[in-house]
Nanobody, 123 residues
Framework: QVQLVESGGGLVQAGGSLRLSCAAS????????MGWFRQAPGKERDFVAG????????NYADSVKGRFTISRDSTKNTVYLQMNSLKPEDAAVYYC????????????????WGQGTQVTVSS
């Protein structure tokens, strides 16, 4: 069992930065691939970024490549999403998720989810 708690969301102006954190409980955190997803009102939950269990492989949605960076610190059981050059279209509730095996962009393949953190970007 893994419990995930996101933090770091907030209100930022367009062009600004935020760093989201996802703290995981459980001794087996290092065995999980981790993903960040986002969901805007009335829209589906979309993949943002993912990182393999050892941090050696990362994937990004085309819309955030070059602006967002996912990383993990297994000593702290935490995954981060550094978001730079934020745009109004990045506004959403951001969720972190965990799964065994390879990184996936499909939310249906993830086993554990956090409660989400709101990111608002003003223009």
């Amino acid at each position: 069992q893994v419990q995930l708690v996101e933090s770091g969301g907030g209100l930022v102006q367009a062009g600004g930065s935020l760093r989201l954190s996802c703290a995981a409980s459980g001794r087996t955190f290092s065995r999980y691939a981790m993903g960040w997803f986002r969901q805007a009102p009335g829209k589906e939950r979309d993949f943002v970024a993912g990182i393999s269990w050892n941090g050696g492989n990362t994937n990004y949605a085309d819309s955030v490549k070059g602006r967002f960076t996912i990383s993990r610190d297994s000593t702290k059981n935490t995954v981060y999403l550094q978001m730079n050059s934020l745009k109004p279209e990045d506004a959403a509730v951001y969720y972190c998720a965990a799964k065994f095996g390879y990184v996936s962009s499909s939310p249906h393949e993830y086993d554990y989810w956090g409660q989400g953190t709101q990111v608002t970007v003003s223009s």
